[in-house]
């Protein structure tokens, strides 16, 4: 039997569809494939990541305890070295009592910068590879560093010749970048002054036209701003932020935020016998100061001039942990007193390029945003101890003399880092900030155009130039305003949350 012709037009078409339909089928398992070995590689390089992250931030921790544990032990020799120097009937503490000291500022130096560099090596072995924008960022900062040491020697040695540690430090820190950089943390820069062009939140609200944040925090801007000139930020202010580094007595990186007091005062004159342990002498020089200082009409003759330099927690930064950050502060809980302190902690930052082959399917736009290809994993981790006392457990930081009393460390959310907590370790920020905010205060928007300068902050800075985007805030805030709700207390805060893990 001979098939119609119909018939055999609709086997054809029959057999095109169904090869249509295996093709979609084929392309669908294809795409679903790439999909999930995309997802599980991103999920890989995350893993990767964050336990590297989380090794280097407690390397670098651990080293912050081990320098403020030297430096303690080095206060109590330092009391046995005047109690010595007192005994023989000096008028001045001796050279070896202002090696001492010496040897202090050393370690507030070297101890937090080979911190750094440990940090390096525990990254690099849990997975993490070298970032070349690390490695640049950090020598953008040597300059600013030598610049700053060479106006301000951080300290200078009694000892004979050896006058500044400049060159010694640029050394250490030089060979970050030398080696590779797996992770970074930020400098320790003093906060930054209130102003919008230095807060981060500024530049989201433009970017998501939140309307609502300009009408509680910059409404009269919105309304009046008419162009670059106007904003009361200057070049000069913006130089001055950035020469306050605390390294004329604490290292620019991972800082222990110490300071160096000069007790100049009236020191009794005690004959202790040789052999005294430590705990006698600082007992019996605590009794003879009590005793003088309680004392209506003492005989100075009896006592020595001294002035002897102590190492002494930064009391603006090493005060309440919880209590300092209040609102962003990403706990609820009760901390126990003994262990709320601020001061020292280290947080890092790592990125890993991730390249998808899915990226293929997405829209052009999309392509151009190549921060989804980056996963950027952060962690902050710190050093904790407590001293005994009559009333129990107190912080470390309890006496404001710095003794040795750390003998752990944890990581902790990156919201309550004071190192690296805030934006330091948002996306181009620091970047913007420190390379490119400078010449927007001095030339305008057009600076970024000349320079080819696609910052998303600078990018940001250009829309709001632009008058009719101010005009649709202002038009959109006059017929919407009573809808806006100020955002309640707590963790979070106007740019959108805080960071209570990584």
Same mark, same amino acid.
């Given at each position: 039997?001979? $098939?119609?012709?119909?018939?055999?037009?609709?086997?054809?078409?029959?057999?095109?569809?169904?090869?249509?339909?295996?093709?979609?089928?084929?392309?669908?398992? $294809?795409?679903?494939?790439?999909?999930? *070995?995309?997802?599980?590689?991103?999920?890989?390089?995350?893993?990767?990541?964050?336990?590297?992250?989380?090794?280097?931030?407690?390397?670098?921790?651990?080293?912050?305890?081990?320098?403020?544990?030297?430096?303690? /032990?080095?206060?109590?020799?330092? &009391?046995?070295?005047?109690?010595?120097?007192?005994?023989?009937?000096?008028?001045?503490?001796?050279?070896?009592?202002?090696?001492?000291?010496?040897?202090?500022?050393?370690?507030?130096?070297?101890?937090?910068?080979?911190?750094?560099?440990?940090?390096?090596?525990?990254?690099?072995?849990?997975?993490?590879?070298?970032?070349?924008?690390?490695?640049?960022?950090?020598?953008?900062?040597?300059?600013?560093?030598?610049?700053?040491?060479?106006?301000?020697?951080?300290?200078?040695?009694?000892?004979?010749?050896?006058?500044?540690?400049?060159?010694?430090?640029?050394?250490?820190?030089?060979?970050?970048?030398?080696?590779?950089?797996?992770?970074?943390?930020?400098?320790?820069?003093?906060?930054?002054?209130?102003?919008?062009?230095?807060?981060?939140?500024?530049?989201? &609200?433009? &970017?998501?036209?939140?309307?609502?944040?300009?009408?509680?925090?910059?409404?009269?801007?919105?309304?009046?701003?008419?162009?670059?000139?106007?904003?009361?930020?200057?070049?000069?202010?913006?130089?001055?932020? *950035?020469?306050?580094?605390?390294?004329?007595?604490?290292?620019?990186?991972?800082?222990?935020?110490? #300071?160096?007091?000069?007790?100049?005062?009236?020191?009794?004159?005690?004959?202790?016998? /040789?052999?005294?342990?430590?705990?006698?002498?600082?007992?019996?020089?605590?009794?003879?100061?009590?005793?003088?200082?309680?004392?209506?009409?003492?005989?100075?003759?009896?006592?020595?001039? *001294?002035?002897?330099?102590?190492?002494?927690?930064?009391?603006?930064?090493?005060? /309440?942990?919880?209590?300092?950050?209040?609102?962003?502060?990403?706990?609820?809980?009760?901390?126990?007193?003994?262990?709320?302190? %601020?001061?020292?902690? $280290?947080?890092?930052?790592?990125?890993?390029?991730?390249?998808?082959?899915?990226?293929?399917?997405?829209?052009?736009?999309?392509?151009?945003?190549?921060?989804?290809?980056?996963?950027?994993?952060?962690?902050?981790?710190?050093?904790?101890?407590?001293?005994?006392?009559?009333?129990?457990?107190?912080?470390?930081?309890?006496?404001?003399?710095?003794?040795?009393?750390?003998?752990?460390?944890?990581?902790?959310?990156?919201?309550?880092?004071?190192?690296?907590? %805030?934006?330091?370790?948002?996306?181009?920020?620091?970047?913007?900030?420190?390379?490119?905010?400078?010449?927007?205060?001095? #030339? %305008?928007?057009?600076?970024?155009?000349?320079?080819?300068?696609?910052?998303?902050?600078?990018?940001?800075?250009?829309?709001?130039?632009?008058?009719?985007?101010?005009?649709?805030?202002?038009?959109?805030?006059?017929?919407?305003?009573?809808?806006?709700?100020?955002?309640?207390?707590?963790?979070?805060?106007?740019?959108? %949350?805080?960071?209570?893990?990584?």
């Amino acid at each position: 039997m001979i $098939a119609h012709p119909k018939d055999q037009i609709g086997d054809a078409r029959k057999s095109g569809q169904t090869l249509i339909f295996m093709a979609l089928v084929v392309l669908m398992m $294809a795409f679903a494939a790439l999909f999930y *070995f995309d997802l599980n590689k991103t999920l890989h390089i995350k893993g990767l990541s964050r336990n590297g992250v989380d090794a280097a931030a407690l390397s670098a921790a651990r080293w912050q305890a081990i320098s403020l544990n030297m430096i303690g /032990s080095l206060n109590i020799a330092a &009391a046995i070295s005047v109690t010595d120097d007192l005994t023989g009937g000096a008028i001045a503490p001796s050279p070896e009592t202002e090696l001492i000291s010496d040897l202090q500022r050393r370690i507030s130096f070297s101890g937090p910068l080979l911190g750094y560099i440990s940090a390096q090596q525990a990254g690099k072995q849990n997975g993490v590879f070298n970032n070349s924008d690390f490695a640049q960022t950090t020598r953008t900062d040597m300059s600013d560093f030598e610049r700053i040491l060479l106006e301000n020697p951080p300290y200078f040695s009694p000892s004979g010749g050896y006058t500044s540690a400049t060159d010694e430090l640029l050394a250490m820190i030089s060979l970050l970048p030398d080696q590779g950089m797996a992770v970074r943390t930020s400098a320790q820069y003093p906060n930054f002054p209130y102003h919008l062009l230095l807060d981060p939140s500024f530049y989201d &609200a433009i &970017a998501g036209r939140n309307w609502c944040w300009f009408y509680y925090n910059a409404r009269s801007e919105l309304q009046n701003y008419d162009n670059w000139q106007e904003w009361d930020l200057t070049p000069e202010d913006l130089i001055s932020v *950035f020469d306050q580094l605390p390294i004329r007595s604490n290292s620019p990186y991972l800082t222990l935020w110490l #300071n160096w007091v000069t007790v100049r005062d009236h020191i009794p004159s005690i004959p202790f016998p /040789s052999g005294s342990s430590w705990e006698d002498v600082i007992d019996n020089l605590v009794t003879a100061l009590t005793n003088f200082y309680t004392n209506d009409l003492p005989d100075l003759e009896n006592y020595n001039a *001294f002035d002897t330099e102590w190492a002494y927690y930064d009391p603006g930064r090493w005060s /309440s942990w919880s209590g300092t950050l209040t609102e962003n502060f990403p706990w609820e809980g009760e901390i126990r007193p003994e262990i709320d302190h %601020g001061g020292a902690d $280290a947080a890092f930052e790592t990125r890993s390029e991730n390249e998808r082959f899915t990226r293929e399917f997405e829209s052009d736009e999309a392509k151009q945003n190549q921060l989804s290809d980056r996963i950027h994993t952060t962690a902050a981790a710190k050093p904790f101890g407590t001293l005994d006392s009559d009333d129990g457990d107190v912080p470390a930081n309890h006496y404001g003399l710095v003794l040795p009393a750390f003998t752990d460390v944890r990581l902790i959310p990156l919201g309550s880092s004071m190192s690296g907590g %805030g934006d330091q370790f948002r996306e181009g920020w620091l970047e913007f900030v420190q390379n490119h905010l400078f010449g927007y205060l001095q #030339n %305008g928007p057009t600076y970024f155009d000349a320079n080819g300068i696609n910052n998303y902050y600078a990018n940001q800075l250009r829309t709001w130039e632009d008058q009719s985007f101010r005009a649709d805030g202002v038009t959109w805030l006059l017929d919407n305003s009573d809808r806006c709700t100020r955002p309640s207390g707590g963790p979070g805060g106007s740019s959108g %949350g805080t960071s209570h893990g990584h």
